[in-house]
């Protein structure tokens, strides 16, 4: 929790700020996590369809896969499944049963439960953060504490995450971040290569690679 004289050091030394709120968030998240229990944990996923998932490199494939290894109770369930009825969040989830053959999960029937049943809560939505998304992590602030919500909803909703990385741009290649044409241009010029990419992409999507002399 961020205090107002917190609030304060943000704006004047933001950097520091949150590499403090890291550590903060490191440490509250261990102590967390070692109060949950190595089995019969309840996860769940709230991300995008499972069909959309592509089984050979999407990390949230890989995480449930895990879990499931782990013999844990393994939920799915995407931003329209999502409810708050009084102050307790809902959600239809579907369960997943195991894995077919081919590595596609298989799903029983969706069946509508209160959010504060489960262990933990992977918040794994792809971009773009729109209105539907931030309004869900409004509902999530609601969740018990006993709760383990991993992407936090207050940290998707304070940062970008393709901006965060400029906190620490010293450890970045040279960036721009702009909507000016002429300006993007000249900063172009001064690379042998560079690499467009929009703010609320995700997966590869809408990145273009650029050389010097290029026309197009």
Known sequence: ?????????????????????LLMCRVSCQSQFKKLRLTSMKVAFLMDPLGSMSLNKDSSYALMKAALQLKQEVYHFELLDLSLFGSTPRARVRKLSGLAPDGAPEVERAQQVDLDVMDA??????????????????ILDYLKPQVFVINGAQALRDINEKLGALFFSH???????????????GFLRQFERGVIKPLD?????????VSSGQQD
């Open 1 to 21: 929790r961020v205090d107002r004289r917190q609030r304060q050091m943000c704006i004047r030394d933001r950097p520091h700020f949150l590499r403090q709120h």
């Open 171 to 185: 450890h970045a290649p040279k960036t721009l971040v702009s909507s000016d044409r002429d300006e993007i241009e």
């Open 201 to 209: 992409g995700f997966g590869g999507k809408g990145i273009e690679f």
């Open 121 to 138: 809560i992977w918040v794994r939505k792809d971009p773009p953060f729109d209105r539907r998304y931030f309004y869900a992590t409004l």
